[in-house]
């Protein structure tokens, strides 16, 4: 419950700030390396990434976002067809939770979490998976899955991840 308060505070205020943006604390070179115009990951991300898309012990899956994105990359959508076929199979609920790098604010971090997880579930909710199956979650940077301080840590720490309840 108190998640989802922080998710809709983060939210409005994302809302309130209109289109600006606040600056990284510390933003890469010009382009993190490999990264397309489009905002697609890089793609040593996206091979970096393959065995993490398998469920984990706790029944989770993840898809991961370029920096300073919530667009969903090409290499992602595998991992959602994937989640969207268990889920109409089990008929489980989903949550969706967002993540962001540590480079950033709080308020930030928080809002870009958002984004990254409403975008995910409206893909899956595109393909069919009811809106009531989905629970949205903002973390931010509050829970890295990588806590290094490069940018192989931060790839891993902009992510979705998909957790069944």
Request: aromatic residues 6%; hydrophobic residues 35%; charged residues 25%.
């Amino acid at each position: 419950m108190q998640t989802r308060i922080i998710a809709t505070l983060a939210a409005s205020l994302l809302l309130g700030v209109g289109c600006s943006h606040a600056k990284p604390k510390s933003e890469p070179g010009p382009r993190a390396a490999g990264a397309t115009a489009k905002g697609e990951l890089p793609q040593h991300a996206e091979t970096a990434h393959a065995q993490d898309d398998q469920p984990s012990s706790a029944g989770s899956r993840s898809i991961y976002f370029a920096f300073d994105s919530a667009l969903i990359a090409y290499g992602a959508r595998p991992v959602l067809q994937e989640v969207r076929s268990e889920e109409k199979t089990s008929g489980r609920a989903l949550r969706v939770e967002g993540n962001c790098d540590e480079r950033g604010t709080t308020e930030y971090n928080l809002a870009l979490g958002d984004q990254r997880a409403r975008v995910a579930a409206k893909y899956l909710q595109a393909m069919g998976v009811p809106e009531e199956n989905l629970e949205i979650v903002s973390y931010g940077s509050e829970r890295p899955k990588n806590p290094g301080h490069d940018e192989e840590a931060w790839a891993n720490n902009r992510r979705a991840d998909f957790v069944w309840r």
